[in-house]
């Protein structure tokens, strides 16, 4: 029997050619379709907020997805939740979260040059901070990346990746992880909302601030980012971070650079509380670094 799509607040898209997206879905067994479909696929329900959609391409390149939900689904506005492998140059073992879109002149990776999703700070830190919880079975650091690549959409977007470099697998630990953060996902009402600029691309000092403080931060744009952004795609960063109070730099000498003139104010590390000390370092995974 269909169910109603009207509460829905999160879809999660699943690529079938994404080892770790497969697996992700594979713990949640099958589940029950609503009666809408988007090219041959049905939209299921994972939970009373949550959707589930498999799609055949790779997810990076699935441009205007949103453009082909169904109005029952499109018109509430759900966060896009994309669960994929990891890559880089280092091939670390992570597991990350992160804002889409590419702050520069290229698209490598998917999307479009100068084009960002909105992000959806709140929610993202709730699974952020869930996995760092999760670390001591996944067996891996959780850690913010910075905003980098596709698809572009324009609903609220995110991914939530594992690395486990020459593995063939990715570790069920680290899958079992995923599946739990995401089949109910939490945002903090009490968190402080900010664009978060400068730092590493693995954004380690940012992480370690979620993680100890109540910030959540949606766009978060790396120091190698900030060599070729301009005034547009600045100002793009932080309308697409909703409800943002202002911009965090992770160095003084960013915060004069002339494309975040007027933007917003400069917020300090401390203006949010610390979480409760019971949570303890220990939960607290900061990642690996990068740059």
């Known amino acids: 029997m269909a169910t109603s799509p009207t509460e829905t607040e999160y879809l999660i898209v699943i690529s079938e050619v994404d080892p770790?997206?497969?697996?992700?879905?594979?713990?949640?067994?099958?589940l029950?379709?609503?009666?809408?479909?988007?090219?041959?696929?049905?939209?299921?329900?994972l939970g009373p907020r949550t959707l589930v959609l498999g799609r055949a391409a790779h997810h990076i390149h699935d441009d205007d997805l949103d453009?082909?939900?169904?109005?029952?689904?499109r018109d509430r506005r759900p966060t896009i939740v994309f669960p994929s492998?990891?890559?880089?140059?280092?091939?670390?073992?992570?597991?990350?979260?992160?804002?889409?879109?590419?702050?520069?002149p290229s698209a490598d990776f998917g999307g479009r040059p100068r084009t960002l999703c909105p992000s959806d700070p709140r929610s993202m830190t709730s699974?952020?901070?869930s996995l760092a919880e999760s670390s001591s079975r996944s067996g891996l650091s959780a850690t913010y990346e910075s905003t980098h690549h596709g698809p572009a959409l324009g609903l609220p977007t995110f991914f939530v990746e594992i690395g486990y470099g020459a593995d063939p697998e990715p570790p069920s630990?680290?899958?079992?992880?995923?599946?739990?953060?995401?089949?109910e996902i939490r945002?903090?009402?009490?968190?402080?909302?900010?664009?978060?600029?400068?730092g590493g691309h693995y954004a380690p000092h940012f992480s370690e601030?979620?993680?100890?403080?109540?910030w959540a931060f949606g766009h978060i744009l790396s120091r190698h980012a900030l060599d070729s952004l301009d005034r547009a795609t600045a100002a793009e960063a932080y309308r697409g971070t909703p409800g943002s109070e202002g911009i965090l730099f992770a160095r003084a000498q960013d915060a004069g650079l002339a494309v975040f003139e007027s933007l917003g104010p400069r917020l300090r590390e401390a203006e949010a509380p610390l979480f409760e000390a019971a949570r303890g370092a220990s939960t607290r995974g900061a990642g690996p670094s990068g740059t």
């Open 20 to 30: 770790v997206a497969v697996r992700v879905a594979e713990q949640w067994g099958p």
């Open 32 to 45: 029950e379709s609503i009666g809408e479909h988007i090219d041959g696929a049905a939209v299921r329900r």
């Open 127 to 129: 699974v952020l901070r």
């Open 67 to 73: 453009a082909r939900l169904p109005s029952v689904v």
């Open 187 to 198: 945002p903090d009402p009490a968190d402080r909302v900010a664009l978060a600029v400068g």
């Open 173 to 183: 630990g680290a899958v079992a992880a995923i599946a739990d953060a995401l089949r």
């Open 85 to 104: 492998i990891h890559r880089s140059a280092q091939n670390i073992p992570c597991i990350t979260a992160h804002p889409v879109g590419n702050p520069g």
């Open 209 to 214: 601030l979620a993680l100890a403080r109540r």
